[in-house]
């Protein structure tokens, strides 16, 4: 059995401004509703997910990739290496929703990939494995977007994405990013 736990922070980035951000932390064997303190045990193997994804730099190395829209158009982007590649569609307002915010739990963010692409990426993990069942459309390269971050070696890869997305939380709602 695994439980989340939340909480809120603040960072700082290099640049020294401060950023609140939401954490969702992962605990094995961890029952929120006893309303205790989880042991050093469960928290040695927790897993820190923050919500937004990885961060690239404004001026970071940029690939061309191509969006393939539901509806069949193609939309080109530059891709910053460093960031997830639902925050290239976010940055571009490409209809890629995102429920969770990029921590891997929803399948909103459900994209097909190009066979050698997909073999190319490191395998997904379980929990994103879990997620990807519940994916509509799914397809033997479905990858989730937030679990994707860009390298150099992406250059001109084409990403399909869905005719729809299964929203567990809110039919018909879509999350703005930060």
Known sequence: MIRAASGVSKLVSAAGVHRRTTSRILLPNY??????????????????????????????????????????????????????LLQTAHRYEIDLEGACEGVCACSTCHLILDPDFYDSLPEPSENEEDMLDMAFGLEETSRLGCQITVTKEMDGAQLKMPSATRNFYVDGHKPKPH
């Open 31 to 84: 029952d929120c509703s006893k309303n205790e303190f989880p042991s050093s045990s469960s928290l040695n193997s927790a897993v820190v997910r923050w919500h937004g994804g990885p961060s690239a730099a404004n001026d970071a190395a940029t690939v061309k990739v191509t969006f393939l829209q539901p509806e069949g158009s193609p939309r080109e982007v530059e891709a910053r290496v460093g960031e997830s």
